[in-house]
């Protein structure tokens, strides 16, 4: 099938000057262009721009994202070149993970404490202030 820009974004999801600037940095191949100078781009295109929509949702940096798509381009290649790109993306989800969670632990002890009186007593101004003697963990 042949797809105008505008259904290529409308099938993927992924804005048109997102479409021209992948084009532009080489993730997807210049289309060939129709009569009219307009892009016209082809199921390849298509499942192609599918796979940059849902690594990009996952998070894999453009970097890793160039890689996998040189890989995937070599049907041959072993899996675990992929596999490994997976498994540091995973792992920095888990670091983040980690993370977050210290901080959601540390804003959760800063409303722990009752609110009465003024902003002099307030537990979260206190903590703010002296990061370092509340906080064991860096951000």
């Given at each position: 099938?042949?797809?105008?820009?505008?259904?290529?974004?409308?099938?993927?999801?992924?804005?048109?000057?997102?479409?021209?600037?992948?084009?532009?940095?080489?993730?997807?191949?210049a289309?060939?262009?129709?009569?009219?100078?307009?892009?016209?781009?082809?199921?390849?295109?298509?499942?192609?721009?599918?796979?940059i929509?849902?690594?990009?949702?996952?998070?894999?940096?453009?970097?890793e994202?160039?890689?996998?798509?040189?890989?995937?381009?070599?049907?041959?290649?072993?899996?675990?070149?992929?596999?490994?790109?997976?498994?540091?993306?995973?792992?920095?989800?888990?670091?983040?993970?980690?993370?977050?969670?210290?901080?959601?632990?540390?804003?959760?002890?800063?409303?722990a404490?009752?609110?009465?009186?003024?902003?002099?007593?307030?537990?979260?101004?206190?903590?703010?202030?002296?990061?370092?003697?509340?906080?064991?963990?860096?951000?």
């Amino acid at each position: 099938m042949d797809y105008s820009i505008g259904e290529l974004a409308a099938e993927t999801g992924v804005k048109i000057p997102t479409i021209r600037y992948y084009e532009g940095i080489g993730l997807i191949p210049a289309p060939p262009r129709s009569e009219g100078n307009q892009r016209r781009y082809d199921d390849a295109a298509l499942r192609q721009l599918k796979f940059i929509a849902h690594a990009r949702a996952m998070g894999f940096p453009m970097a890793e994202l160039k890689s996998m798509l040189r890989i995937a381009g070599h049907a041959d290649a072993p899996c675990h070149d992929i596999d490994d790109l997976v498994r540091t993306r995973l792992d920095d989800i888990n670091q983040r993970i980690e993370r977050l969670t210290a901080l959601r632990d540390e804003l959760g002890a800063m409303l722990a404490t009752p609110h009465q009186g003024t902003v002099a007593t307030c537990r979260v101004v206190e903590v703010l202030g002296d990061h370092e003697h509340h906080c064991a963990h860096a951000h």
